[in-house]
Nanobody
């Protein structure tokens, strides 16, 4: 059974930093590209960042580029999202996802195979 478990969310103030983690189990982690998405109330799920199986390629959404960093630790079966200079508009439920086409960077949430349950990030002004 595949499980993706996010952690690290919480309430922070604007310009603070936060690191999210996503621990994967039940799959061969190195054979999956990984992505982070977020969804705020009343809005569609938005692409945040993605990373290939090796970590050699990454991509970011326009609203997070330059502030967020995605990374992965294959030995720990974990993907991270380092978020700096947080803004109130970054408030959302953050989800990690696994894509079996491990060599690509995919921004469409429909293309991911597995999802975590999400972790809430709230940024106060």
């Amino acid at each position: 059974q595949v499980q993706l478990v996010e952690s690290g969310g919480g309430l922070v103030q604007a310009v603070d930093s936060l690191t999210l983690s996503c621990a994967a189990s039940g799959l061969t982690f190195r054979r999956y590209a990984m992505g982070w998405f977020r969804q705020a109330p009343g809005k569609e799920r938005e692409f945040v960042a993605a990373i290939t199986w090796s970590g050699g390629s990454t991509r970011y959404g326009d609203s997070t580029k330059g502030r967020f960093t995605i990374s992965r630790d294959i030995a720990k079966n974990t993907v991270y999202l380092q978020m700096n200079s947080l803004k109130p508009e970054d408030s959302a439920v953050y989800y990690c996802a696994a894509d079996s086409f491990y060599g690509r960077i995919e921004v469409r949430n429909s293309e991911y195979d597995y999802w975590g349950q999400g972790t809430q990030v709230t940024v106060s002004s």
